[in-house]
């Protein structure tokens, strides 16, 4: 059974830095696409850290260029999400995801993962 367990959310003062973990059971995730996806009240999920784990390709949006960086560490089947500098607007519930395809065109889209935990919420206070 697939399985994805987020950890490490919390509450943040504006500019701070959290640390999530999402760790993979009941597969390899040697040629999966692993991405984290946060989903604000009345929002959809949107894609802001994603890895291409064959190949370690990476997507970030403009949003979180310079302050998120995502990586993996494939003997723990684990991907972490380093956050620096957070704002009042990365506050939501940050999802992990998995994509099987591990195409590099979709790592971004949530739309094409199937695979999801069941999320941390990430409040960053101003």
């Known amino acids: 059974e697939v399985q994805l367990v987020e950890s490490g959310g919390g509450l943040v003062q504006a500019g701070g830095s959290l640390r999530l973990s999402c760790a993979a059971s009941?597969?390899?995730?040697?040629?999966?696409?692993i991405g984290w996806f946060p989903q604000a009240p009345g929002k959809e999920r949107e894609g802001v850290s994603c890895?291409?784990?064959?190949?370690?390709?990476?997507y970030y949006p403009d949003s979180v260029k310079g302050r998120f960086t995502i990586s993996r560490d494939n003997a723990k089947n684990t991907v972490y999400l380093q956050m620096n500098s957070l704002k009042p607007e990365d506050t939501a519930v940050y999802y992990c995801?998995?994509?099987?395809?591990?195409?590099?065109?979709?790592?971004?889209?949530?739309?094409?993962?199937?695979?999801w935990g069941q999320g941390t919420q990430v409040t960053v206070s101003s």
């Open positions: 995801g998995a994509d099987p395809s591990g195409n590099y065109y979709y790592l971004g889209c949530p739309h094409n993962y199937d695979y």
């Open positions: 009941g597969f390899t995730f040697d040629n999966y696409n």
């Open positions: 890895i291409r784990i064959s190949d370690e390709s990476t």
